[in-house]
T-cell receptor, first 115, second 113 residues
Framework: DAEITQSPRHKITETGRQVTLACHQT?????MFWYRQDLGHGLRLIHY???????NKGEVSDGYSVSRSNTEDLPLTLESAASSQTSVYFC??????????????FGPGTRLTVL | AQKVTQAQTEISVVEKEDVTLDCVYE???????LFWYKQPPSGELVFLIR??????QNEISGRYSWNFQKSTSSFNFTITASQVVDSAVYFC??????????FGTGTSLTVIP
């Protein structure tokens, strides 16, 4: 069955370290998204991609970067982790067509703690 | 600007009661899509429903029903005869022609046995 996975599921790191969260989908979806979830804020968009080599900034992109070298993966990198980036991170994917407004399907989430 | 408001932060009901979760949205687009997701205590986000702006017909799926009213910019979600397994955080979301999702802040539902 097609799915979307995230790794690691839990991560503890120290302030200033570089951290990469992995997202892998086997839906053959063109569109992939990264969100963070914080109490009182719901889900906020960090970065998104509509296809290979395409990346775009979302609402809360400062301190984060992504790259899309293939259809299946969209890794999220925290260049220099800060305590304010302690959060739960969700990856999502949608649509076999570019720029579609198809339903987004979410991965299980990664709980990141920055000490 | 696009915005989704879920004014109810927390709701508690006794098992078997009906409960309605409110969702109000703002968009200038005439074509848009509305969604509901469920986040149970285990943490994953589960897709429940997708509606487009041209289809105001109400939807029923088992104990779940959705009422879409463009006149009031609302897309409310009703659970009939609630069960303990319905306890979760529920998110309403809007997707417009910009292809991004805008989520509300969620409503935490607790069903008391």
């Amino acid at each position: 069955d097609a799915e979307i996975t995230q790794s690691p599921r839990h991560k503890i790191t120290e302030t200033g370290r570089q951290v990469t969260l992995a997202c892998h989908q086997t839906w053959n979806h063109n569109n992939m998204f990264w969100y963070r979830q914080d109490l009182g804020h719901g889900l906020r968009l960090i970065h998104y991609s509509y296809g290979v080599q395409d990346t775009n900034k979302g609402e809360v992109s400062d301190g984060y970067s992504v790259s899309r070298s293939n259809t299946e993966d969209l890794p999220l990198t925290l260049e220099s982790a800060a305590s304010s980036q302690t959060s739960v991170y969700f990856c999502a994917s949608s649509g076999e067509r570019e720029f579609s407004t198809d339903t987004q399907y979410f991965g299980p989430g990664t709980r990141l703690t920055v000490l | 600007a696009q915005k989704v408001t879920q004014a109810q932060t927390e709701i508690s009901v006794v098992e078997k009661e009906d409960v309605t979760l409110d969702c109000v949205y703002e968009t200038r687009d005439t074509t848009y899509y509305l969604f509901w997701y469920k986040q149970p205590p285990s943490g994953e986000l589960v897709f429940l429903i997708r509606r487009n702006s041209f289809d105001e017909q109400n939807e029923i799926s088992g104990r779940y029903s959705w009422n879409f009213q463009k006149s009031t910019s609302s897309f409310n979600f009703t659970i009939t005869a609630s069960q303990v397994v319905d306890s979760a955080v529920y998110f309403c979301a809007l997707s417009d022609t910009g292809n991004q999702f805008y989520f509300g802040t969620g409503t935490s539902l607790t069903v008391i046995p």
